[in-house]
């Protein structure tokens, strides 16, 4: 059982930066590919960035790569996503995921998901 708890949201003008985080506890927590995804309304949920957390190997969704930074935090267990660049587009609510196989970018491949923290970006 992994539990995530994320963190870091909030209100921000477009060309602003925010830095998430998902504080990771449980069984084997480094054995898990780890995941942030978003959602907003009317939207299906999507992929932002993933990293197997034994490689410490990032990758990305096309429209975030260049803007957006995961990184971890061994002694803390904690994943960051570090969000510059934001636009408007980038409103949504974002899921911090767990999953045991690595760099998935498919939502159903992951078990383990946190509450979400929302992230607002405005004009």
């Known amino acids: 059982q992994v539990q995530l708890v994320e963190s870091g949201g909030g209100l921000v003008q477009a060309g602003g930066s925010l830095r998430l985080s998902c504080a990771a506890s449980g069984r084997d927590v480094n054995n898990f590919n780890m995941a942030w995804f978003r959602q907003s309304p009317g939207n299906e949920r999507e992929f932002v960035a993933g990293m197997y957390w034994s490689s410490s190997t990032p990758y990305y969704e096309d429209t975030v790569a260049g803007r957006f930074t995961i990184s971890r935090d061994n002694a803390k267990n904690t994943i960051y996503l570090q969000m510059n660049s934001l636009k408007t587009e980038d409103t949504a609510l974002y899921y911090c995921?767990?999953?045991?196989?690595?760099?998935?970018?498919?939502?159903?491949?992951?078990?383990?998901w946190g509450q979400g923290t929302q992230v607002t970006v405005s004009s």
């Open positions: 995921a767990a999953s045991r196989r690595a760099y998935s970018a498919d939502g159903s491949d992951y078990m383990y």
